[in-house]
C-alpha cells in the first residue's frame, strides 16, 4: 500500500493530507508526484480527467516546488473556466494550511480587473487565471510572468475547445524559456499534439486509464421515453429517492432555464446553470447547490465544466451530448474520490443506436432501466409516510386541536381514519403524476407520438370527455371529476391524456355499462359535459362554437368553481 509519505512530499503537506482526510493518493498522483518533484525541468503530460484527483498531482508538486521566501510568481496555473480556477485556489490553498508564506491569487474574467490589479501587487507565488483575463492583466502590465518556472496547463483540451489557443500562444511568449510545463488534458485532439510539440521538451507522459475507471465507480443506465415525457419521467426518479442529488444536464440555455422553471413550479429543489445568467447570479447558484440547498442543478455542458461538487449520486442526461466525449465528461461528475455514482440518460425510442454507439466508443456498458411506476411511487411514498407519522414528535398544541376537531370523526374507526388518511396521500401522489401511467416507451418505435394519438390498451375502452387543460384542472382532478359523476372508483381510469379543449382516458371494461350516460345533465358553470366512447365525431364539432365556450370557461372561478357538487377536492 502506498501513502503520501512515500511520494516525497513533505511533512508540511502531508500532515495537511492526514487532516483532509486524504489518506491514499489517486492513481494520478502516484505516477505525477515523485516525477514533477525530481527534476524541476521536467514537462510532464498527464492525460487525466477532473475527478481523478489531477489538481493535488500538480498542486502538491508545485508548493514544495516553489520557494516561499521568493515574492514573485513562479507557478502559472492555467484553467478553461472560472469555478475550475476558483476550485484550484481553492484546493491549493487549503493545502498550504502550513505554507502561510505562499500566498496563492485567482484571476478569471467576469469580475472587476481591479480587484485583481490590487491583489497581484501582494508577493504571490502561485497564479491561477483564465487565458483571456491573464493576457488583458500581461497587457495592462499588471502581472510579472518572468520569473515563472512551472506552467501548469489544466484541461488543456478544455481550453482549446474554448477558444483559448491564440490567448496561449500569446502567454507563453511572455514565460521564461526554461521553465517546465505541465499539461493535463482528458484527451490528446490534435490540438494538444501541436502544444507539446511546439513547446515541450521530451515530456514524461502519464495516462490514467479512464475508460477502467468510469466503469467501476459509476453505472451507466438509461430509459426509454417520449421526448414529451421525459421531464415526468425524472420527476419519478426524484419522488422516489429523495436523497438523490446531482446534475442534470440540457443542450440549450433556453431549454435549461424552461426545464428549471418547469420544476420549480411543481415545488422540486432545482435551479438552472447557463451562460445567460451573470456571473454573479451564477456564483450564486453554486454556492447554494454547494450548500445543498437544491436537489438538482439543470446545467448546459459549457456552464458546468469544471464543476467540482462531491457526493452528487447522479447525473442525468436530458438529451444525450453530441460529443462522444461530453458524455465522459458529464458522467464523470459523479462517482468522484472513489464514491459510486448513477448515470441516466433519457432517450426516446428512436436514439438506441446512440447508447450502443456510446457503449463501443467509451467502452463502457449501460443497463437499460424502466421508469417508476405509479404504484412504485407510490408504494415508496406511503413507507416514507408511515415512517414519518410513526417517529413524529406530538406538538403542544395537538391536545387543543385534537379537542376541537375531534366531533368530526366521532364516527370513524382507527381504521376508517388511516383509510381516509392513506387516500389524501394517494390522491396527491395522482395529481402529480398527471399524464399517462406509464411512461417507458419500447425502443424503435415511432418516436414521439401526438400525447392524444390513439394507443389500444387491452381490456379498457377509450373515452372522450370536454374538458380539457384550458379548464385548469391536472388529469389528477379529472380523474376524480369522472369517479364522482359516475360512482366508478377511481382505480378504473388510465392513461388520461389531456389536449387544450378535451381529454382522452381508458376505462376498463368492466365498467363501461351505462358509463356515458351518467354524465348527461351534468353542466359546470353552464358548461355541458360531454362524455363519449372514443370515436371521429366526438372530436368538437364546430370549432368558432367551442371557442365562445372557451373563452366563458376561462373566464369562471378555476378549480374550486368548476367542480360539481359534491366533487371532492384534490
Ligand atoms: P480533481 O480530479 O482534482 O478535480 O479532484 C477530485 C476530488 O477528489 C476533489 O474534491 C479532491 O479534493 C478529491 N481528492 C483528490 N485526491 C484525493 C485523495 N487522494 N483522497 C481523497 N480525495 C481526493
Redesign the pocket.
Known amino acids: 500500500m502506498n501513502n503520501f509519505d512515500t511520494l516525497g512530499l513533505s511533512e508540511n503537506l502531508t500532515s495537511v493530507l492526514e487532516k483532509l482526510?486524504?489518506?491514499?493518493?489517486?492513481e494520478i498522483?502516484e505516477q505525477a508526484i515523485p516525477q514533477l518533484l525530481k527534476n524541476e525541468a521536467t514537462d510532464f503530460i498527464g492525460i487525466a480527467q477532473?475527478?481523478?484527483?489531477?489538481?493535488?498531482a500538480y498542486g502538491l508538486a508545485l508548493l514544495d516546488l516553489v520557494d516561499p521566501e521568493f515574492k514573485s510568481p513562479q507557478a502559472l496555473i492555467m484553467t478553461p473556466t472560472r469555478e475550475l480556477g476558483q476550485?484550484i485556489a481553492k484546493?491549493l490553498v487549503e493545502f498550504a494550511a502550513n505554507n502561510k508564506a505562499i500566498n496563492v491569487e485567482v484571476v478569471y474574467g467576469g469580475a472587476a480587473i481591479s480587484n485583481q490589479i490590487r491583489a497581484l501587487k501582494k508577493p504571490t507565488q502561485v497564479i491561477v487565471a483564465t487565458p483571456g483575463r491573464l493576457y488583458d492583466l500581461i497587457k495592462r502590465k499588471a502581472v510579472n510572468l518572468s520569473a515563472i518556472k512551472y506552467l501548469v496547463l489544466d484541461e488543456a483540451d478544455e481550453m482549446l475547445n474554448m477558444g483559448f489557443k491564440e490567448a496561449i500562444d500569446e502567454i507563453l511568449e511572455y514565460i521564461p524559456g526554461d521553465r517546465a510545463i505541465w499539461l493535463f488534458s482528458a484527451t490528446m485532439p490534435a490540438g494538444i499534439r501541436r502544444i507539446v510539440k511546439h513547446y515541450m521538451d521530451a515530456p514524461i507522459e502519464v495516462s490514467i486509464n479512464t475508460a477502467e475507471r468510469v466503469n467501476k465507480d459509476i453505472e451507466h443506465q438509461y430509459v426509454t421515453t417520449k421526448t414529451s415525457n421525459k421531464i415526468p419521467a425524472l420527476r419519478r426518479f426524484l419522488d422516489l429517492n429523495s436523497n438523490m442529488r446531482g446534475i442534470m444536464f440540457c443542450r440549450t440555455k433556453r431549454e435549461t432555464q424552461k426545464i428549471a422553471d418547469e420544476l420549480g413550479n411543481q415545488g422540486y429543489g432545482v435551479e438552472a446553470l447557463h451562460g445567460d445568467l451573470s456571473q454573479g447570479q451564477r456564483d450564486a447558484v453554486m454556492k447554494r447547490f454547494k450548500a445543498r440547498a437544491m436537489q438538482l442543478l439543470i446545467a448546459t455542458d459549457v456552464a458546468a465544466r469544471g464543476i467540482?461538487v462531491?457526493n452528487l449520486t447522479h447525473v442525468f442526461h436530458h438529451t444525450l451530448p453530441d460529443q462522444l466525449e461530453s458524455y465522459t465528461h458529464r458522467s464523470g461528475r459523479t462517482a468522484?474520490?472513489?464514491k459510486k455514482g448513477i448515470s441516466l440518460a433519457f432517450i426516446n425510442p428512436k436514439e438506441g443506436n446512440r447508447i450502443a454507439e456510446l457503449e463501443r466508443k467509451n467502452k463502457i456498458k449501460f443497463t437499460a432501466v424502466e421508469v417508476p411506476s405509479i404504484e412504485d411511487l407510490t408504494s415508496s411514498r406511503m413507507h416514507n409516510w408511515a415512517n414519518l407519522i410513526a417517529n413524529t414528535k406530538v406538538d403542544d398544541q395537538a391536545d387543543t386541536i385534537l379537542e376541537e376537531v375531534q366531533g368530526k370523526f366521532a364516527n370513524l374507526s382507527k381504521e376508517d381514519l388511516l383509510k381516509r388518511l392513506i387516500t389524501s396521500q394517494l390522491d396527491h401522489i395522482l395529481a402529480r403524476n398527471r399524464g399517462e401511467a406509464n411512461l417507458n416507451e419500447p425502443q424503435g418505435g415511432r418516436g414521439d407520438r401526438d400525447r392524444g394519438s390513439r394507443t389500444e390498451k387491452a381490456g379498457h375502452t377509450r373515452y372522450f370527455v370536454n374538458i380539457g387543460a384550458i379548464d385548469g384542472v391536472t388529469t389528477g382532478d379529472l380523474i376524480h371529476f369522472l369517479s364522482d359523476a359516475s360512482n366508478v372508483e377511481r382505480q378504473y381510469f388510465s392513461q388520461v391524456t389531456m389536449q387544450r379543449n378535451y381529454s382522452f382516458f381508458y376505462l376498463d371494461e368492466k365498467q363501461e355499462n351505462g358509463f356515458a350516460d351518467r354524465f348527461k345533465g351534468i353542466e359546470i358553470e353552464g358548461h355541458a359535459i360531454r362524455v363519449n366512447r372514443d370515436d371521429q365525431q366526438n372530436k368538437p364539432k364546430s370549432k368558432g362554437k367551442y371557442k365562445k365556450k372557451k373563452e366563458h370557461r376561462r373566464g369562471a372561478g378555476r378549480k374550486s368553481g368548476r367542480r360539481r357538487k359534491g366533487a371532492q377536492t384534490v
Open positions: 482526510g486524504f489518506e491514499q493518493p489517486t498522483q477532473t475527478g481523478t484527483g489531477k489538481t493535488a476550485q484546493q467540482d462531491d468522484r474520490a472513489g
